[in-house]
């Protein structure tokens, strides 16, 4: 019996340096300032996507400065897509996958929310968020782009996984944890909101 207490006893003290142990932390919901800081971020930038297409004429929100640029609507059909795809990475990809170890120096978030505002830096969409017309009005783009981000809110407001504590790497940002996946979520539908104000500071664009 005291041969079994003791080996019990080293067993629970194994366990609990492991939990200590560098690279394996314990599971580490959010903080009321982060969770805050990330649910402000995203109001703030879905009412500014809603602020700069709403009351567009049809000529305006068809307009393209060239060939090669899109125009308002292509870029909201964009965001659109990009908001569900980017949360289903999160939820179905990168919180279920393994814990990873918390990187020692982390791309800080207001260095990812920079790169994503600095517009002097173009990149290409992947083909699977590259517009194609999938909405046949802006009535039903708009509508579902407020659906799915509210469930992003939701999800942000009500979570409990360790979001900090699993990661996978971006083409462009490199290695981001879940959280900052999050808020690039809502940094690029930031990012191509000054998009959509460059397109109406463009030559040409209908004034009405």
């Known amino acids: 019996m005291q ?3 003791r080996n019990a006893a080293v067993l629970a ?5 492991l939990v200590l142990a560098p690279g394996v932390a314990a599971v580490q919901p959010l903080t009321q300032p982060e969770r805050d800081a990330l649910l402000k971020h995203l109001e703030q930038t879905r009412q500014a996507f809603l602020d700069s297409i709403g009351g567009l004429s049809d000529a305006q929100w068809t307009f393209k400065a060239g ?4 125009s308002i609507a292509e870029v909201a ?9 980017i949360l289903r ?3 179905d990809q990168i919180l279920k996958g393994p814990a990873v170890p918390r990187d020692p120096n982390p ?3 207001e260095r990812l929310l920079a790169w994503l505002a600095d517009r002097s830096s173009k990149f290409q969409a992947p083909e699977m ?3 194609t017309n999938r909405w046949a009005t802006r009535d039903a783009l708009t509508r579902d782009f407020i659906a799915a981000r509210e469930k992003t809110i939701a999800f942000v407001r009500t979570t409990t996984d360790d979001l900090h504590g ?3 790497p971006h083409p462009v940002f490199k290695m981001l944890d879940a959280y900052q996946w999050t808020l690039l979520l809502s940094g690029h539908s930031a990012r191509h909101t000054a998009q959509i104000l460059e397109v109406k500071e463009s030559p040409g664009y209908p004034r009405r």
């Open 3 to 5: 041969s079994g207490a």
């Open 89 to 91: 990475i999160v939820t």
């Open 67 to 70: 060939p090669d640029r899109w």
């Open 129 to 131: 968020l590259r517009p």
């Open 107 to 109: 791309v800080s978030d």
């Open 77 to 85: 059909e964009h965001i659109a897509i990009s908001e569900t795809t």
């Open 13 to 17: 003290s194994i366990a609990f340096w």
């Open 166 to 168: 699993h990661a996978a």
